[in-house]
């Protein structure tokens, strides 16, 4: 194919009615199902009326190495698809009302899957290309006319977390000696799991809002075969951790910590964005013990009051009913989120909960919440009406949003100018000796050498005295193509540019 020119869009080869049984509520729907001729299976509530339609369904699917099953339980003329959905395997459930209808299902898809394999036996050559194209050496010379940011202008410190996806690092910038935090994501992980939506979201988010309860994005850029964000470095633990600590906090804690947080939510709802996956492992405190919310993957753009999405997503045990239940839903999950932190906080457990995950998912839908006896009354009254399971009768889930919650007698105390200014002192500061302090992070982490392996086949890993390559944001690498990014403030011109050695790190 010449370069610039597009592929064909995917051709429909079959559409129709399906009764799909839910995974998390085993409950029959109907759902009206698009196949097309690349793999995508793609499930809507109603027959898409025009192409913008078919931009966001309900149920996305792929049919690529999938496997069929034809079953007559749990009803008559049932399929199951199996398949691989990143690292797990996944089956899904379907039924029609015929033999005839089941048949001709079965077929199409076993069609499209096999066509799909010859076209991959074909392809196997043209993936060096792409291969070849992570190892390209591009410029050192932004867009913006600003020196390139590269690994050159790091000193590398500690390891802060790893992940599937590469890894966290303290490192320092030798032309300031400002200490931050850098993410470091291995391309090929992030394309085979199909999750370069989500981390381009998270890049935009971060370069776009400012808010004293956010984290800040100082830089980002690419190198060969990894993507790099240089945030702020937070170094007072997750609230996850100093929760598991103390059981439980006191009312004016959870108080403090919940304005903070409902601070940065309203400020994200008012620039459309909604946030979807509030947990205490994403709160952070900052050295002085203020919030900082982190992990902006799972943020959807564009929400504004009315509007809704449909994407099933979140931290299981956070899981706003509507999202459940399959519905539609907007800003008001958040609120949900909100509700459930400060409940762990105040209570020391969450709000609904059961190992056996079906159980716990019919809870959050049916079940009331309960409060220890020793909550207030004021207390009670916020979070019955943050967790209130229809999204519309929840407090903040009207057009008012926040200022609904900001208003409850609970946040009577709290001045919320003078909270945006931090000028409430937080009523627990982490005890940090200094500003490369660790002691909030795993040392499982913060002991491991500060190393990653290059992308060359011959292994080993980079040290100190290696270089890295590295790509420009240019036509080479079209889906990171926006990914760069200076923040306001950089002093990173061609001057300052080190021609010190370079270490490279990780995966998420």
């Known amino acids: ?114 066509k799909l394999e010859v076209d991959e036996m074909d392809a196997e050559e043209s993936d060096k290309p792409l291969y070849e194209m992570f190892r390209k050496r591009g410029t050192k010379q932004h867009r913006s006319g600003k020196a390139k940011i590269t690994f050159e202008n790091f000193e590398f410190l500690k390891v802060l977390g790893k992940g599937t996806f590469g890894k ?73 951790f100093h929760l598991k600590r103390e059981r439980c906090f006191s009312e004016d804690r959870t108080r403090f910590y919940g304005a903070e947080i409902i601070s940065a939510i309203a400020y994200l709802h008012t620039n459309s964005i909604i946030y979807r996956d509030l947990k205490l492992e994403n709160l952070l405190l900052d050295k002085d013990g203020h919030i900082k919310i982190a992990d902006f993957g799972l943020c959807k753009e564009d929400i504004q009051w009315g509007r809704t999405t449909q994407t099933f997503c979140g931290t299981p045990e956070y ?6 239940n399959d519905n539609d839903y907007g800003r008001q999950v958040d609120w949900w989120g909100v509700g459930v932190v400060m409940y762990e906080m105040i209570s020391g457990r969450l709000p609904f909960y059961n190992t056996d995950q079906q159980t716990m998912f019919e809870l959050i839908i049916m079940e009331e919440v309960r409060f220890p006896g020793r909550i207030s009354s004021n207390a009670r009254d916020l979070l019955s009406g943050l967790l209130i ?13 926040a200022k609904e919650i ?95 050695n370079s270490l490279s790190l990780l995966s998420e």
């Open 406 to 500: 900001m208003n409850h007698v609970f946040f009577a105390s709290i001045n919320w100018t003078d909270l945006e200014q931090k000028k409430i002192i937080p009523p627990f500061k982490p005890q940090v000796m200094s500003e490369t302090d660790t002691r909030y992070f795993d040392s499982e982490f913060t002991g491991e050498s500060v190393e990653l392996t290059p992308p060359d086949e011959g292994g080993g890993h980079l040290g100190e005295h290696d270089a890295i390559p590295e790509l420009s944001e240019d036509q080479n690498n079209p889906l990171f193509s926006q990914f760069s990014y200076q923040g306001p403030g950089s002093v990173m011109t061609t001057a300052s540019l080190h021609s010190g």
């Open 1 to 114: 194919m010449e370069s610039g020119t597009s592929p064909p869009p995917a051709k429909i080869l079959k559409e129709g009615w399906l009764q799909k049984r839910g995974e998390h509520i085993t409950n029959w729907r109907p759902r009206y199902f698009v196949l097309k001729d690349d793999g995508q299976f793609l499930g809507f509530k109603k027959p898409p009326a025009s192409e913008a339609d078919y931009g966001e369904p309900l149920n996305n699917f792929t049919v690529k190495n999938c496997q069929i099953i034809e079953a007559c339980r749990p009803r008559p003329f049932t399929f199951f698809i199996r398949g691989l959905q990143m690292t797990t395997v996944i089956e899904r459930t379907f039924h029609v009302n015929n033999e005839e209808e089941r048949t001709s299902w079965v077929r199409t898809i076993e069609e499209v899957k096999k």
């Open 319 to 324: 899981l706003a009913p509507e999202v459940l």
């Open 389 to 401: 399971k229809d999204p519309f009768q929840r407090l903040g889930g009207g057009p008012e949003d």
């Open 168 to 240: 966290v690092i303290l490192c320092r910038e030798k032309a300031t000696n400002h200490l931050y935090a850098i993410k470091i994501l291995k391309k090929e992980v992030i394309i085979k799991k199909d999750e370069v939506d989500h981390t381009m979201t998270e890049k935009r988010v971060l370069q776009k809002t400012k808010h004293p309860f956010l984290l800040t994005l100082k830089y980002s850029f690419t190198t060969v075969d990894r993507l790099c964000l240089v945030t702020e470095y937070v170094n007072g633990g997750e609230l996850y």
